[in-house]
């Protein structure tokens, strides 16, 4: 699965002047080009051109921006302004840059700064130098853009001539007072403010629905107008969803808020710590939920009930650390379904535990299931097998083929000199491995194209240190293996690999090249940001550097074909009905696959073996698929819905599982719904002390064309642009998908302390699948869908 968060490395659309900033290099001498630039370059241009780019499950889109050329021609010298316009059409602050004639085009070269979003949403930036090689057609502007720095690839510039100098669209009054007082507003929190918070928090211990109407809008305002009170991500606020009226959740989420924030007013010294914090908040809850239950039994909630029996015993602390879901227990109690299938579901679910086995085996036994492996071959068919043991109807259905084979074997590396210490690297999936153990000097690499073919002697037999930063695919910063003009240079000067920066953990996604005839023979290893600004810095200093690496990625001839399996429990009644359960098997190896989508495929799996051993017998049928190259593009999910395409009408919901392990809480559904999940939430009533299953309505149609073009997407996008209803598990726990997500920390021992929480989660899948294949009720997609029709 691909996350906003996973962007690789590109220069921001919102904010142009950061990576195009008025500093400007040195500029070429202008008796290089003796022919004067072209005066009919001069004048005033709207132009577009891509500043970066976003990749998302394989598919790699330029991120396109506008913006507006002043040129001016003094005496045949000729004076750009640039200038970039945001989403409103206003014009960012411009910078001058001077022109220098060239054989394609006048060259407007400055420095700037080049930006990537990490991990964890922050942003980091590296000295580039910017290109622009213009000329004019008449009214036509053409040329290209180009980060050289760091890069040789260009990107096209196009505009046109404006007849008069851009004048920006005047802002409505209420959007510019809008903008003012909003910039104006914000600021810390007041003493004043803090304490109308802290009595609010004390108010709504006694009448929390009075509170909730009265400051439950302002307290939301407000907590995002401010800078010196922030909550971290807590699971219970996740958790109160319980609640089983709207008006309970919605006061208890009000309560949990004021007495959160007033803990951290009245405790200062205790405001980063969550786990106090997080108790504080629940204390708040249990005590406006006792006065809700003096008013009106109705609010009674089975979990709220459980946690004030926690509170009594003195395990409140424990209870409310149990709901990250590390180290939780799966004891619980026998379920109230009054269907006989249900319980049996339950009972083997929690007496008989198996998720972490499956997990184990994917992860520590197959490891790594980058699409077209031996380990993505053999798992596919090691779950065929399972599935079939469990006496599940399963096969293999090729989804589509690799023009070759990939696997990915051990890897080590060391500084040997001037001190000897281990260090912390990772390839890219279908990148070359080393000759065995290598050993060199270390190099800074060229700036330029123009400086590595002045410098391609000193290459030779050397680790070149490039600049960029990982992104977890190839060096040359695609998704598939296309080597620049830089990295062909260095090839042919025999250096002996590459060496880029990283942010840790370190990303690695993949590279792929398009033919066996085009095999990348260079090394693109990627070094932990640490030691990489360690030896670049002993490099600049003149200090010789020493590097040792050992990688064995290797390759084999093609096509190798790849597989979703594919398994179904045969309805009863309405056999061409499908509840389709989907998770993909392929995984990014620089880790195991293990949280994305080990988890995922594992809970599935369990799910399968709750129902085949509980002798379901729905009256629809409920087909579970492991989908190959989900990470490639959801390749696995398209050929699916292109071989059963006459399916895809009767599949009456499709319920994927990628993401961060954890246990599921419930789901989003519209009202419709609601009586055949109802039974699911009954299902699950008190079989765990903390973990529940609450529905959320909305009725709003989705935006089917939305899925796809979500950053976070899977699988699931395929099937709602063919208006297939994709309703979203919701997750509880406090698992950091963002660090271990595409890096080599997606192992096993990172999802092991979630194991009560995945095997819940199995329980809750299987739970579902049976529920709403077994319903009596007719499921409409009537209204789900703004535009299913098209969808369709």
Not at 568 to 581: F, H, M, Q, S, W
Request: aromatic share 6%; glycine share 10%.
């Amino acid at each position: 699965m691909t996350r906003t968060t996973m962007h690789a490395p590109r220069l921001h659309s919102f904010h142009p002047l950061i990576y195009a900033c008025c500093v400007l290099a040195t500029a070429l001498p202008s008796a290089v080009h003796a022919k004067a630039p072209a005066p009919a370059l001069a004048g005033h241009w709207r132009f577009q051109t891509a500043t970066g780019s976003t990749s998302n499950n394989g598919v790699t889109v330029d991120l396109i921006d506008q913006g507006v050329l002043d040129i001016s021609d003094d005496g045949g010298r000729l004076t750009a302004s640039i200038a970039w316009l945001d989403e409103r059409g206003q014009l960012t602050a411009p910078r001058q840059v001077q022109g220098v004639p060239g054989p394609a085009g006048t060259v407007f070269r400055h420095a700037g700064k080049r930006v990537s979003t990490g991990r964890n949403g922050k942003d980091s930036s590296t000295d580039v130098t910017i290109r622009w090689t213009l000329q004019a057609h008449g009214d036509v502007l053409a040329g290209t853009r180009l980060v050289e720095t760091d890069e040789n690839d260009p990107k096209p510039v196009s505009g046109t001539r404006l007849k008069a100098r851009y004048v920006p669209p005047a802002l409505p009054p209420a959007a510019v007072a809008a903008a003012a007082a909003s910039e104006a507003a914000r600021g810390p929190s007041t003493p004043a403010e803090r304490a109308r918070v802290v009595q609010m928090a004390l108010e709504a211990q006694q009448d929390p629905l009075g509170v909730q109407r009265r400051d439950g809008a302002w307290l939301a305002a407000w907590i995002e107008s401010i800078p010196d009170l922030v909550l971290a991500p807590s699971p219970l606020e996740s958790w109160l969803d319980v609640a089983p009226a709207a008006a309970m959740r919605e006061a208890a989420g009000v309560q949990y808020l004021a007495s959160a924030l007033a803990f951290q007013i009245s405790h200062p010294q205790q405001a980063g710590d969550v786990a106090a914090t997080s108790l504080a908040a629940m204390e708040g809850v249990l005590r406006g939920y006792a006065t809700l239950l003096r008013q009106d039994a109705r609010y009674r909630s089975n979990k709220l009930d459980q946690a004030v029996a926690a509170r009594r015993q003195g395990r409140l602390p424990a209870f409310v650390a149990a709901l990250s879901g590390r180290h939780a227990t799966l004891a619980g109690a026998p379920s109230p379904a009054s269907d006989a299938t249900a319980r049996a579901i339950v009972a083997l679910g929690t007496g008989e535990p198996r998720v972490m086995d499956w997990l184990d085996i994917l992860s520590n036994r197959f490891g790594g299931r980058m699409t077209g492996s031996d380990a993505y071959t053999h798992a596919a068919r090691w779950t065929r097998t399972q599935l079939q043991q469990w006496g599940v109807q399963a096969g293999l259905e090729e989804a589509g083929q690799m023009p070759l084979g990939f696997n990915r074997g051990p890897w080590s590396a060391r500084m040997l000199a001037p001190v000897a210490q281990p260090l912390r690297i990772a390839t890219p999936a279908y990148t070359a491995g080393t000759r065995g153990v290598q050993q060199g000097l270390a190099i800074l690499g060229p700036a330029t194209l123009e400086e590595a073919q002045e410098r391609a002697a000193q290459f030779k037999n050397k680790w070149v240190l490039v600049g960029g930063e990982n992104s977890g695919d190839g060096r040359d910063g695609e998704f598939v293996h296309q080597p620049r003009a830089i990295t062909r240079l260095l090839l042919a000067a025999g250096a002996l690999g590459t060496i880029q920066s990283g942010e840790e953990p370190l990303y690695a996604a993949s590279g792929a090249p398009t033919s066996w005839e085009s095999l990348p023979s260079l090394p693109d290893i990627k070094l932990a940001a640490p030691q990489y600004a360690d030896i670049r810095q002993r490099l600049a200093s003149g200090e010789p550097v020493t590097l040792e690496f050992d990688i064995r990625n290797w390759f084999y001839p093609g096509p190798v074909a790849y597989h979703n399996v594919v398994a179904r429990i045969a309805g009863t009644d309405k056999p061409e009905e499908i509840v389709l359960l989907g998770a993909h098997l392929d995984s990014y190896d620089g880790g195991t696959g293990a949280a994305d989508n080990g988890a995922g495929v594992a809970s599935m799996l369990e799910a399968m073996r709750l129902l085949a051993r509980a002798n379901a017998r729905p009256r629809r049928s409920i087909v579970m698929v492991a989908f190959g190259a989900e990470e490639l593009g959801r390749k696995g999910a398209f050929a699916f819905a292109k071989q059963h395409a006459g399916e895809l009408k009767n599949i009456v919901m499709m319920l994927n599982r990628d993401g961060r392990p954890g246990a599921i809480s419930g789901i989003t559904i519209p009202t419709a719904w609601q009586p055949v999940f109802r039974r699911v939430e009954q299902a699950l009533d008190g079989v765990h002390p903390v973990f529940g299953y609450a529905t959320t309505l909305n009725d709003t149609p989705r935006d089917a064309g939305m899925a796809m073009r979500a950053g976070s997407g899977s699988d699931d996008a395929v099937f709602a642009v063919n208006g297939v209803p994709t309703p979203r598990f919701g997750m509880l726990g406090d698992f950091d998908y963002a660090r271990v997500h595409h890096t080599v920390r997606d192992t096993y021992e990172n999802v092991l302390p979630f194991s009560a929480a995945q095997q819940y989660s199995a329980i809750a899948i299987a739970l579902t699948a049976y529920t709403v294949a077994n319903a009596p009720e007719d499921i409409s997609r009537q209204g789900y869908y703004r535009a299913a029709e098209a969808a369709q």
